[in-house]
């Protein structure tokens, strides 16, 4: 069974916008330039959806962690969880888009649609 030859990266400007699309607010910035791109915008439209869970989620875990039983449990372990999972789901996200594939973010793809 032969492999499969491997997929050229992107280069140039879709590179560079795949890159933006999971940089957080970054990701506005192709979703605003290519909307003719379908393959682009659902990137784009994906790394919008990821920032916002990751501030929302981020300041949650803040506020949380002013109290003071959970407090220390919440910012000492959680925040750096999340958004370790947040950087991680990033990467893996445009290591796949550069391949020309949809990695779909677990729980926050089913709202790609709805931007």
């Keep these: 069974m032969p492999l499969d030859a491997p997929t050229p990266l992107f280069v140039g400007e879709r590179l560079r916008d795949l890159i933006l699309c ?12 290519n909307r003719e791109d379908g393959e682009l ?16 989620v981020g300041l949650a875990i803040v506020i949380t962690g002013l109290f003071p039983i959970f407090g220390w449990v919440f910012l000492r372990f959680l925040l750096p969880l ?7 789901m ?20 089913q709202f790609v649609e709805y931007l």
């Design 22 to 33: 999971y940089a957080g607010p970054w990701a506005f910035v192709p979703y605003i330039r």
């Design 41 to 56: 915008l659902w990137h784009a439209r994906q790394g919008v959806i990821l920032a916002f869970a990751e501030c929302v």
């Design 82 to 88: 999340w958004l370790l999972w947040c950087l991680s």
């Design 90 to 109: 990033a990467v893996t996200s445009v290591l796949q888009a550069t391949k020309g594939k949809r990695h779909k973010i677990p729980v926050l793809h």
